[in-house]
């Protein structure tokens, strides 16, 4: 079983900026990917950024320019810096892993942004 670990979530105003980290371990055959999503109170779950082993990235138009997203091999650990928040980046973030196993998709369990003045 893969665990996710995730940290860094908090309370900030608007126009300050947050970085999460997100912290893999168990029994991770290989990554092929690694992202985030967020869910806003009474919103659908939507993807915020994604990198895979290769260091291609995508990103949401709606953070695309704010947020990067990176991550350290080594330690397993992807990172998403968000800069310029928003109201509207109020949400719980969600780190995933894609296993090149075919093992699915691991998830941690969230991490609240809160972005208000």
């Known amino acids: 079983q893969v665990q996710l670990v995730e940290s860094g979530g908090g309370l900030v105003q608007p126009g300050g900026s947050l970085r999460l980290s997100c912290a893999a371990s168990?029994?991770?055959?290989?990554?092929?990917?690694m992202g985030w999503y967020r869910q806003a109170p009474g919103k659908l779950r939507e993807s915020v950024a994604t990198?895979?082993?290769?260091?291609?990235?995508n990103y949401a138009d709606s953070v695309k320019g704010r947020f990067t997203i990176s991550r350290d091999h080594a330690k397993n650990t992807v990172y998403l810096q968000m800069n310029s928040l928003k109201p509207e980046d109020t949400a719980v973030y969600y780190c995933?892993?894609?296993?090149?196993?075919?093992?699915?998709?691991?998830w941690g369990q969230g991490t609240q942004v809160t972005v208000s003045s």
């Open positions: 995933y892993l894609d296993d090149a196993s075919l093992a699915g998709r691991s």
């Open positions: 168990g029994s991770i055959f290989g990554i092929a990917a």
């Open positions: 990198i895979t082993r290769g260091g291609s990235t």
